[in-house]
């Protein structure tokens, strides 16, 4: 089984098509959502319409997505993300509120054999940053195998049989793989789609294939300036347009 694995898409519609391009000649099998479909970028429906059509096995709901829909307050947010939330809120179809109301937490576990949360498996809006956070995590996991989002920034931690961790934060590869050992935990965040902040502008997926225990985490260019242009035109902070050029 082959999963592709999107996280963080944040209404970034050009990041997402190029994504969907460079994925579907890589084949896969199912695709895993790990939550923020919205807030910040100019395409929620757009994105939200396309993410539905993809009929994923499973899908888990991110803060943004948490927040766009009246579940949760903006309270937390800086005023960029709450300016985005607002207009995300007043842009968004009937039809997508709902939906996005209705998305799961996470963390699922899918097919029992891998696992999806936005942020940490302790909790869907706790942040993965530090040594600290991914050992708990991954201790936490219920599979060996757990993808997560909500940092924006790809990272690979694995937790051997004698609980000693090691944690990688791939930068600059077009492609990076991770051979999964029977032995390990793992706790792979991809890295975000529509709005990466690990300096590398480019938008992030993983696939993940469990017949070949490996998952590779991927970059993929995509046309910034038009996602760019669509922000400004839209009168979003401009920060969030010009964020997306840095990756950061
Ligand atoms: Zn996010």
């Not at 096995?57 to 579940?71: E, F, P, T, Y």
């Not at 709450?82 to 097919?111: E, H, I, M």
């Amino acid at each position: 089984m082959r999963y592709l694995a999107l996280s963080d898409i944040h209404s970034n519609l050009e990041a997402l098509d190029a994504v969907l391009r460079a994925s579907a000649a890589q084949r896969y099998d199912a695709v895993l959502v790990l939550g923020d479909l919205v807030g910040y970028g100019a395409d929620p429906n757009a994105v939200v319409d396309c993410v539905r059509n993809l009929g994923a096995r499973a899908i888990v709901r991110g803060n943004h997505d948490k927040v766009a829909s009246g579940l949760d307050n903006a309270e937390d947010f800086n005023p960029m993300a709450k300016a985005a939330a607002r207009w995300t809120r007043d842009s968004l179809t009937p039809q997508n509120l709902d939906y996005l109301r209705d998305l799961p937490a996470g963390p699922l576990v899918v097919d029992g054999a891998i696992e999806i949360s936005h942020g940490s498996p302790l909790d869907e809006d706790l942040y993965v940053v530090a040594d600290i956070d991914a050992a708990r995590s991954i201790a936490a996991a219920r599979s060996a195998l757990c993808l997560y989002g909500h940092t924006h920034v790809a990272l690979t931690a694995r937790m051997d049989g004698q609980r000693r961790l090691e944690i990688e934060a791939p930068q600059g590869h077009p492609e990076f793989a991770v051979t999964l050992d029977a032995g390990s935990k793992y706790l792979i965040n991809p890295g975000s789609v529509g709005q990466p902040r690990d300096g590398d502008s480019r938008a992030a997926y993983a696939i993940a294939d469990l017949d070949r225990m490996v998952v590779t985490l991927y970059r993929v260019a995509y046309p910034i300036e038009a996602a760019q242009k669509k922000i400004l035109d839209a009168g979003l902070p401009p920060m969030l347009a010009y964020r997306l050029g840095m990756g950061r």
